[in-house]
């Protein structure tokens, strides 16, 4: 039977990370990921993994994968694992191959650009963040879980209890697969 593992991804603002800090919480017995607490380096930093893979770029991309790495140790315990971040499915995908792992949920959770901007502006106290940029970001994530086939979460007008209680019951179906 696999082990359950949950991969949330999405632009800033849909809801992930708020997801993942109530299960990280609630849920002691699941292994939850933020690929944010790596942090984002300089853009010079960025530079040196070169300008391929847009978008998205090769940072991100040799994040995903390193971090797959450290899931794949985490999965093999025995452990359930959550992991949310900004990451392109296709990176998601690929590194899930690298790391010969054959099992995973992937949902991109989503919201409406009112909601993000709301959440953004005034939960998060990040106004900078609710761009065009970040639009576009998340337009190119959503088509992407598409074009690939996945599942997308829309967290517009329900609350983080039930945006939980949704990804818990995605938690729990894989643990039956």
Not at 83 to 109: D, K, S, T, Y
Request: glycine share 8%; hydrophobic share 40%.
């Amino acid at each position: 039977m696999p082990i359950p593992f949950v991969v949330l991804t999405s632009a800033s603002g849909s809801g992930k990370t708020t997801i993942a800090q109530k299960i990280e919480i609630e849920h002691p017995e699941i292994t939850v990921f933020r690929f944010d607490t790596i942090g984002v380096p300089s853009a010079e930093i960025m530079a040196t993994y070169g300008t391929g893979h847009q978008p998205g770029g090769a940072w991100l991309r040799a994040m995903t994968l390193e971090w797959f790495g450290r899931i794949a140790k985490v999965l093999a315990s025995g452990r359930p694992v959550l992991f949310e971040g900004q990451m392109r499915i296709a990176f998601v995908v690929e590194a899930l191959h690298a790391h010969g792992i054959e099992h995973a949920r992937i949902i991109c959770v989503e919201c409406d650009d009112s909601t993000r901007t709301n959440r953004l502006t005034y939960d998060r106290l990040q106004p900078e963040l609710a761009n065009e940029s970040m639009m576009g970001w998340s337009r190119y994530l959503h088509q992407e879980a598409i074009d690939a086939g996945y599942e997308i979460f829309d967290t517009t007008g329900i609350s983080p209890a039930e945006s939980t209680a949704h990804i818990l019951e995605a938690l729990r179906a894989a643990d039956t697969c």
